[in-house]
């Protein structure tokens, strides 16, 4: 059973305006406080909460994971400690892929960020974003890179499932996913052309860094890359999701398809030659109408649906989610999306009962902090 983990990225907002507050260090502080206090004295506990690009973000990682209903508990949990470290900082969390409040982001502290501020200018600075990525395990380079090759056009719709960045700035940018069009801008990010072996993948990632354009591979932003920290591939399509049964939806998909197209390489077959320009109106289409409008369909590259893009996703890699127990979670998690919407489409409801955009910020930060599934 393939291990899987999720990272995902918090927008800390005010409680009572729903502003975006630039105190991701006091509530690191807070949370390094609380790990040192461990019950019974002993070693402090540590914690997986870490900075961002911008001060108004918080990131935390779960642990590896072989169970959905584990990974859901880890989400939860992490959640409510984000909540917790927060609030004694003087902040909510809100899982929202942008702010929907107008904000001017703040760059946290360091070399690295100092060095994307001034590299990527105006792009950098603007780029309050949130997404979540998703780890699946390999057992190898060659292998992840066959998987890679093998899941690119199923992509965008994990984005227009996923969506929940409709507004920027204070307006409804139109988009499901507004943050994807907005972390688009930078240079190495997006969607690949095939690679065919673990050796054209990193050819490929030394070539980008002899540009000097990118800093380090930290920076190779793929749309599904090989970790330079974990044996994994991660998919980084996704907005940050404001149900947490979502993500968990998410990680069975991406476990699914990283086991299918293992299966896949294994047995001979050759990955689906769609040209990258293909891939990226794909991308877009995903991110601008979410789970309300067409996609591309990703076996025939032509609009459809979006009942029929997810069910095209569901049906392929199905075999593997019955083997890995996973196929009834990823049916209920579907009908559920499908009837009551994304996130894009829950923020737009909460401005039509909620009336103004300060107050969909703070109803999302309850959401989040609610340390249980959706219903």
């Known amino acids: ?90 902040a909510l969390v809100a899982a929202l892929g942008t702010s929907p409040l107008p904000v001017r982001p703040s760059l946290n502290t360091g070399k690295r960020y100092e060095w994307v501020g001034e590299q990527f200018g105006l792009t950098a600075q603007e780029q309050l974003t949130c997404g979540c990525h998703v780890h699946v395990s390999v057992e190898s380079d060659e292998e992840g890179v066959a998987v890679l090759d093998r899941i690119r056009p199923w992509l965008p719709v994990l984005t227009a499932m996923s969506a929940n960045s409709p507004f920027w700035q204070g307006e409804d940018s139109g988009y499901g996913s507004y943050r994807s069009r907005v972390w688009n801008r930078l240079p190495s990010a997006g969607p690949t052309d095939l690679f065919g072996s673990a050796d054209r993948y990193h050819e490929q990632v030394r070539a980008m860094l002899e540009t000097g354009v990118l800093r380090d591979k ?15 591939v991660e998919v980084r399509v996704a907005d940050v999701c404001l149900e947490v049964s979502t993500p968990v939806l998410l990680a069975a998909l991406v476990r699914g398809l990283v086991e299918t197209a293992a299966r896949a390489w294994r047995d001979g077959q050759p990955p689906a030659r769609i040209g990258t320009g293909l ?17 591309v369909n990703p076996v025939t590259m032509r609009e459809t649906s979006p009942a029929r893009a997810v069910e095209a996703l569901h049906a392929h890699v199905r075999e593997a989610l019955a083997d890995q127990g996973d196929d009834e979670l990823v049916r209920e998690g579907i009908a559920r999306l499908l009837e009551h919407g994304n996130g894009a489409r829950v923020q737009r409801g909460l401005l039509r009962t909620q009336g103004t955009l300060g107050a969909v910020a703070t109803r999302c930060a309850e959401i989040t902090a609610a340390a249980r599934a959706a219903d």
């Open 1 to 90: 059973m393939r291990s899987v983990g999720v990272e995902e990225e918090l927008l800390l907002v005010d409680a009572r305006s729903g502003e975006p507050l630039a105190l991701s260090g006091a509530v690191l502080a807070a949370a390094d406080r609380s790990a040192g206090q461990r019950p019974g004295g002993g070693e402090p506990q540590g914690h997986t909460f870490e900075k961002e690009l911008q001060k108004e973000q918080l990131e935390f990682a779960t642990r590896p994971v072989t169970e959905m209903g584990q990974l859901l508990e880890e989400i939860i949990r992490q959640r409510a400690e984000a909540a917790r470290h927060a609030e004694s900082a003087g």
């Open 218 to 232: 930290g920076m190779v932003y793929f749309d599904a890359r090989l970790s330079a920290t974990y044996p994994t």
């Open 279 to 295: 891939l990226r109106l794909a991308a877009w289409r995903a991110g601008r109408s979410g789970l309300d409008g067409p996609l």
